[in-house]
C-alpha cells in the first residue's frame, strides 16, 4: 500500500508564506513525476506545479514566480514553498505521485488527502 500524506498547511494573511510538504510511504519501487493540485470552494482541481525525477518543473501562470516545488528523492518528499500568497490561492491542496510499486508494475497515479491554504486578506 502507498501512503501520500500532506502537511504544512494553514491560515496566512496575504502577501505571506507557506511551505507544504507530501511525505510518500509504503510499498514504493520508484517515483516519476510529482504535483501539487489544488482545488477552490465550487472550481475544478488544478495543476499548480510538477517536477519530474530528474527535476524538471514547471508551474501554472497563475503562480509563477511566486511557488516553488521541490523534491527529496531519498526521502521520498515533495515541497511547495509558496511566497507573495493572494487571497485566490486559497484552496485544498493536493499532492499527486506517479510511481510503481514494484519493478514489474505499471505507473499509477495516487493522490495525499489534502491539506487546507487560506490567505485572507
Known amino acids: 500500500q502507498v501512503q501520500l500524506v500532506e502537511s504544512g498547511g494553514g491560515l496566512v494573511q496575504a502577501g505571506g508564506s507557506l511551505r507544504l510538504s507530501c511525505a510518500a510511504s509504503g510499498s514504493i519501487f520508484s517515483i516519476n513525476t510529482m504535483a501539487w493540485y489544488r482545488q477552490a470552494p465550487g472550481k475544478q482541481r488544478e495543476l499548480v506545479a510538477f517536477i519530474t525525477s530528474g527535476g524538471y518543473t514547471n508551474s501554472a501562470n497563475s503562480v509563477a514566480g511566486r511557488f516553488i516545488i521541490s523534491r527529496d528523492n531519498a526521502g521520498n518528499m515533495l515541497y511547495l514553498q509558496m511566497n507573495s500568497l493572494k487571497p485566490e490561492d486559497t484552496a485544498v491542496y493536493y499532492c499527486?505521485?506517479?510511481?510503481?510499486?514494484?519493478?514489474?508494475?505499471?505507473?499509477?497515479?495516487?493522490w495525499g488527502q489534502g491539506t487546507q491554504v487560506t490567505v485572507s486578506s
Open positions: 499527486k505521485a506517479d510511481l510503481r510499486t514494484n519493478r514489474a508494475d505499471t505507473i499509477s497515479s495516487y
